[in-house]
């Protein structure tokens, strides 16, 4: 029960942090870094300008511009 409250509420985050994300590139403005979690990095990829990576607390997200 407990994982599927914590995998719902990273969907929420990711979904909520995408529109930041989505909204920054339609403006035109550089994404450094689109990450769900907070805390030390877990796994990352670069695409582009652009680093997105999962962090180590599903405790929030952030669009870094």
Do not use: D
């Amino acid at each position: 029960m407990v994982i599927i409250a914590i995998l719902l509420f990273s969907f929420i985050i990711f979904i909520h942090e995408f529109g930041h994300f989505f909204m920054a590139k339609l403006s035109g403005v550089r994404v450094n870094e689109f990450a769900i979690g907070m805390g030390p990095r877990l796994f990352h990829f670069n695409k582009g300008e652009t680093q997105y990576s999962l962090r180590a607390f599903p405790i929030g997200g952030f669009c870094a511009m």
